[in-house]
C-alpha cells in the first residue's frame, strides 16, 4: 500500500479538490504547476500528468493546447478528474508498474510532471522503480519535472527520500539533471524543504 492510501484510504478527492477551489475562489494561483511546465515545452507537446489526482494541472495544460495523459492510482481523485474533464484521457495505474503500451498510449512524452509530493507518497523503496518506469515513457529528449518535499514542514508524512537519492534514480533511469528550483515559481533552490526538479533523458 502507498504511503497515500494509508495516509487518506483513497477517499480523499473530492475534499481535495474542494481544497483548491477555495483558495481558488480566494484569489490565489492554483495553476503554477502548469505555468512551470508550459515554459519548458511549446503548446501541442505531449505531457504525461504522473499521479494527476483530480486533474487539477493536466486540465489547465489541455487548456493552454497540450496533448495530456492523466495516471493516477486513486479511484477517488480520478473519479472528480473524469466529472470535470470527462473529454481527456484518465487512467487509474500504478506509477511503478506503468505501461503505456498496456493502455494504448504512445510512450514518447515530451514531457512527464510529478506533482503534489507523488514520489514521497508512494510505498517506500519503490521511487526508483517509478522513476524508471516514468523515463521509460518519455521521448528521446523530453523532461521529468518533479515537485516535491523533503522535510517534515512540506509533507504529510515523514520524507523516506533526498534529492541525492532521487537524482541517482534519475541517473540509473537515463535522466541528466537539467536545473532544480526552490518552487514552481521558478524561484532559485537554496538547499530549503522543497524542490522543483527538472531532469532530462539522455538522447
Known amino acids: 500500500m502507498s504511503r497515500w492510501q494509508e ?8 475534499e481535495y479538490a474542494a481544497r483548491f477551489e477555495a483558495l481558488a475562489r480566494g484569489g490565489k494561483d492554483v495553476h503554477g504547476e502548469a505555468a512551470f511546465c508550459a ?6 507537446a505531449r505531457v504525461l500528468d504522473a ?24 479511484d477517488s481523485m480520478l473519479d ?9 484521457p484518465w487512467f487509474r495505474a ?6 503505456p503500451d498496456l493502455l494504448g498510449v ?4 515530451d514531457l512527464v510532471v510529478a506533482a503534489g509530493n507523488v514520489l514521497p507518497l508512494l510505498t517506500p523503496g519503490t ?10 515513457a518519455l521521448r528521446p529528449g ?19 527520500i533526498t534529492l541525492p537519492e532521487y537524482d541517482d534514480s534519475c541517473a540509473a533511469a537515463g535522466l541528466s539533471l537539467v536545473d532544480r528550483f526552490a518552487t514552481w515559481d521558478a524561484a532559485p533552490y537554496d538547499g530549503g524543504g522543497y524542490a522543483v526538479s527538472v531532469h532530462r533523458l539522455d538522447a
Open 7 to 14: 495516509l487518506t484510504g483513497g477517499t480523499s478527492g473530492s
Open 39 to 44: 515554459a519548458l515545452v511549446p503548446a501541442g
Open 51 to 74: 499521479g494527476c489526482g483530480t486533474g487539477r494541472v493536466m486540465i489547465r495544460l489541455s487548456e493552454l493546447g497540450y496533448d495530456c495523459v492523466g495516471v493516477d492510482l486513486d
Open 80 to 88: 472528480v478528474a473524469r466529472a470535470q474533464a470527462p473529454e481527456l
Open 94 to 99: 500504478d506509477l511503478t508498474e506503468f505501461d
Open 106 to 109: 504512445a510512450a514518447d512524452f
Open 127 to 136: 521511487e526508483a522503480k517509478a522513476v524508471h518506469r516514468l523515463a521509460a
Open 142 to 160: 523530453g523532461l521529468l519535472v518533479a515537485g516535491f518535499g523533503l522535510d517534515a514542514a512540506h509533507l504529510p508524512v515523514p520524507p523516506t
